[in-house]
């Protein structure tokens, strides 16, 4: 999986950034900005407010989000690095889904996630680790992402609960 740190606030572009790398279709996430900036999907900060923001910039990019159930342990059926992970607490963030790893004798399971604020001024490229507790604390949303959205037109433009703004 590729590693694209945040260096501001466009946690949801960056994880957009990584899957689109992964997949041989690698756009920057100053190229994913702009392109939903023009749609008022984010700012100019590539922040991205919520989640139907996230869903239109992913039909945008040709991509279908599926919202999925939390579960926990995560299923070995989303293993496929295409698991989004939305968290609201503290704040309105996004890591992408690695792997899960079983509990051993005197510790608990835990989730291993990209996540671009993860050591982010550091010159090193890893995953977070997450503690099952923690993640469940989360209060986690997941959504699947796969290829084939239904194209995007003009005529379907995010008008947004949350206008971006500048």
């Known amino acids: 999986m590729t590693v694209v740190k945040n260096h501001g606030d466009y946690c949801v572009l ?8 992964d997949h041989g279709r690698r756009r920057s996430w100053e190229q994913i ?13 590539g922040t991205v407010h919520n989640l139907e ?8 990019l ?8 939390f579960h926990f342990p995560v299923r070995e059926e989303f293993w496929d690095e295409s698991l989004f ?11 992408r889904f690695y792997d899960y790893l079983e509990p051993t004798e005197g510790q608990p399971a ?17 995953f977070k680790v997450i503690d099952g507790g923690q993640f469940q604390e ?3 949303t997941f959504y699947r992402l796969k290829f084939g959205a239904v194209p995007y ?13 500048s």
């Open 14 to 21: 960056a994880c957009l950034e990584s899957f689109l790398a």
């Open 138 to 140: 989360m209060n986690p």
């Open 85 to 95: 992970v939305f968290s609201t607490q503290p704040g309105f963030h996004c890591v």
């Open 110 to 126: 835990k989730v291993l996630v990209m996540d671009p604020d993860w050591k982010k001024d550091a010159n090193v490229q890893e």
């Open 153 to 165: 037109s003009l005529d379907m433009r995010y008008e947004g609960i949350l206008k971006a703004t």
């Open 33 to 45: 900005r702009d392109l939903l900036e023009s749609q008022n999907i984010c700012n100019h900060a």
């Open 62 to 69: 040709g991509l279908h989000p599926k919202k999925i159930p």
């Open 53 to 60: 923001a996230f869903e239109a910039g992913c039909r945008l």
